[in-house]
């Protein structure tokens, strides 16, 4: 079936740095991929739609000078975390995929540790 | 807007019990919904689906079924395991462009 490979998938790094996490569709192409945001114990939240092509669509209230996202090709969408402060830490999820009524296939996930 | 609502866990039981985690949503047309399931320190795995109104989705031994009149779509299943224990999230996907919207997730913890 589609895959969806996300890396890294742990990082830690110190406050300041920018870091870029990349969402790649293994086995099919993706002209839409969503990018996702879990704090602990707590749901996912939508940040953004990478279009490729084109300007990502972000969610309200979600930061896009510091979320960057670049889509560039059809098996490629990375997010940076430009600047990162420890209340960036979080779980950042992409999903790919999906239309006619098909699940979305989601990365394993990076685990963003800043100190 | 479209929402999803999921009982709030953590929900403990004891190993073979039965299993029912209670989801509804909110929407505008006809939404795909499925389970999600994150078992610890990993990403999400797409559990089961339906599609459209009385679809029953299955696999691994649960079970859901898109309730239209009663916009649900409970998790079931007859005998839980050990192996079952992670966070489990309801959602919906829009149709019109794909975006998901997730239910707050439910932590099962199973007992030996």
């Known amino acids: 079936g589609a895959v969806v490979s996300q890396h890294p998938s742990w990082v830690i790094c110190k406050s300041g740095t920018s870091v870029k996490i990349e969402c790649r569709s293994l086995?099919?192409?993706?002209?839409?991929m969503f990018w996702y945001r879990q704090f602990p114990k707590q749901s996912l939240m939508l940040m953004a739609t990478?279009?490729?092509?084109?300007?990502?669509?972000?969610e309200q209230g979600v930061e896009k000078d510091k979320f960057l996202i670049n889509h560039a090709s059809l098996t490629l969408s990375t997010l940076t975390v430009t600047s990162a402060h420890p209340e960036d830490s979080s779980f950042y999820i992409c999903?790919?995929?999906?239309?006619?009524?098909?699940?979305?296939?989601f990365g394993d996930g990076t685990r963003l540790s800043i100190l | 807007g479209d929402s999803v609502t999921q009982m709030e866990g953590p929900v403990t039981l004891s190993e073979e019990a039965f299993l029912t985690i209670n989801c509804t949503y909110t929407?505008?047309?006809?939404?795909?919904l499925f389970w999600y399931v994150q078992y610890p320190g990993e990403g999400l795995q797409l559990l089961l689906k339906?599609?459209?109104?009385?679809d029953k989705g299955s696999n691994k031994g649960f079970e859901a079924t898109y309730r239209k009149e009663t916009t649900s779509f409970h998790l079931e299943k007859g005998s839980v395991q050990v192996s079952d224990s992670a966070v489990y999230f309801c959602?919906?996907?829009?149709?019109?462009?794909?975006?998901?919207?997730f239910g707050k997730g439910t932590r099962l913890h199973i007992l030996p």
């Open positions: 959602a919906l996907s829009r149709n019109r462009d794909d975006k998901i919207i």
């Open positions: 999903s790919g995929g999906g239309g006619n009524n098909q699940p979305q296939h």
């Open positions: 339906a599609t459209k109104a009385d």
């Open positions: 990478s279009n490729e092509g084109s300007k990502a669509t972000y």
């Open positions: 929407a505008t047309g006809y939404p795909s």
């Open positions: 086995d099919f192409q993706a002209t839409t």
